[in-house]
């Protein structure tokens, strides 16, 4: 069965620090991934999606950048966090052959940025 | 993307139906109408999707109208575990945007 795990659940940086959030899935070859922030109650925002390693395409302009350097593996990047980017992130897959098909979510990671 | 319009919030009695009504005046002949629902501090989770006709599932039904202008989300037996965000998503592509959905609280 296909399982998604994104890394660390929970984490507080100082403005201006780097981040990194980790996404990999497992059971499952090629599949669309996805980066999402949700803000204190608030709706979620699509911030990047791939729909293959190295593919790249972003929702927001932002001081976020994301890379796929492996087929099942999605990273969120920052070189210098804004109190802006505190949220709760999420990553999620769906099958690269059905762009209809449902996305699965991890159970998130959320920044605080003091 | 296409958008959707959804409700703020709905009650519902536990043990009673929950109809959550969606909208989407603007749907091209393509999108998938798909519903998702979130618990709090948790990822979101997948209840249904379709494209024309009536879908049901374990976890709820999805009707559309005819002119697939709007559709409606049904629980069928509300319990207090489906206290949750639904959100009513159009999906033509790859990416799938999320609205502010309907909250939904469960009174025992």
């Known amino acids: 069965s296909q399982t998604i795990h994104q890394w660390p659940a929970t984490l507080v940086q100082p403005v201006g620090s780097p981040l990194s959030l980790e996404c990999t899935v497992e059971g499952t070859s090629n599949p669309n991934l996805y980066w999402y922030r949700q803000a204190a109650g608030r709706g979620l925002q699509l911030l990047f999606y791939?729909?293959?390693?190295?593919?790249i395409s972003s929702e927001v302009p932002q001081n976020l950048s994301a890379s796929r350097p492996q087929d099942r593996q999605f990273i969120l990047s920052s070189k210098k966090l804004l109190l802006s980017d505190s949220g709760f992130y999420l990553c999620?897959?769906?099958?690269?052959?059905?762009?209809?098909?449902?996305?699965?979510f991890g159970e998130g990671s959320r920044l605080t940025v003091l | 993307d296409a958008k959707t319009t959804q409700p703020n919030s709905m009650e519902s009695n536990e043990e009673e139906p929950v109809h959550l009504p969606c909208n989407h005046s603007?749907?091209?002949?393509?999108?998938?109408i798909h519903w998702y629902r979130q618990l709090p501090s948790q990822g979101p989770e997948y209840v249904i999707h379709?494209?024309?006709s009536n879908v049901n599932n374990r976890m709820a039904s999805l009707a559309i109208a005819e002119d697939r202008k709007s559709s409606t989300l049904i629980l069928h037996r509300a319990t207090l575990r489906d206290a949750a965000v639904y959100y009513c998503?159009?999906?033509?592509?790859?990416?799938?945007?999320f609205g502010a959905g309907t909250t939904v609280t469960v009174r025992a």
């Open positions: 999620a897959w769906s099958a690269g052959t059905a762009n209809t098909g449902e996305l699965f």
């Open positions: 998503i159009l999906r033509d592509d790859y990416k799938l945007s």
């Open positions: 379709g494209l024309t």
């Open positions: 791939s729909v293959g390693i190295g593919q």
């Open positions: 603007t749907i091209s002949g393509t999108d998938y």
